[in-house]
């Protein structure tokens, strides 16, 4: 009996929070008078990945997942100005050539870098190494393991 109203206690929580605008975590833990509790003991991180109807944060900047996945490395200099000014005009030759992908041009000590993409697997990296390459501008490019960007 027990298990038959937490069911369909459940079951209506998750009703109700198809229609809430938080995420399910917070509304299947609401404490509804007349009905069941539902207590939910999870890592946060979960919730986070889960998210809510919205992506984006109070201040406006989109949340984003940070995972382990590919990018591809059009440039790598030395500790130089010289090195920061030629990743950043890399990177801009890329945001010319391919708008859709993001671009990252940081220092990663000793070395400026520039970077391509968020890709979840290599063939994905691979596809676009092979389409920066057929290009003729970018030649020395190599696809390296990185933390990503996923969009929730």
């Not at 833990?29 to 007349?34: A, C, K, S």
């Not at 009905?35 to 900047?61: C, F, K, M, W, Y």
């Not at 994905?124 to 389409?131: G, H, I, P, T």
């Amino acid at each position: 009996m027990k298990r038959l109203v937490l069911s369909l206690s459940l079951c209506l929580a998750c009703a109700l929070a198809a229609r809430a605008q938080g995420n399910i975590v917070e509304s299947l833990e609401r404490n509804v008078p007349g009905q069941g509790r539902v207590v939910i003991h999870q890592d946060p991180r979960i919730a986070a990945l889960i998210g809510s109807a919205s992506n984006t944060g109070s201040s406006g900047e989109r949340k984003v997942l940070r995972t382990s996945g590919y990018r591809v490395q059009v440039y790598a200099g030395n500790n130089t100005k010289r090195a920061k000014d030629e990743a950043y005009a890399v990177a801009a030759q890329v945001k010319d050539a391919f708008p859709e992908l993001p671009v990252y041009a940081f220092f990663n000590s000793p070395r400026w870098l520039c970077r391509v993409g968020d890709f979840r697997s290599i063939e994905e990296a691979d596809a676009v190494m092979r389409r920066l390459r057929a290009t003729d501008v970018f030649k020395e490019t190599a696809i390296v393991r990185d933390q990503i960007n996923i969009p929730l």
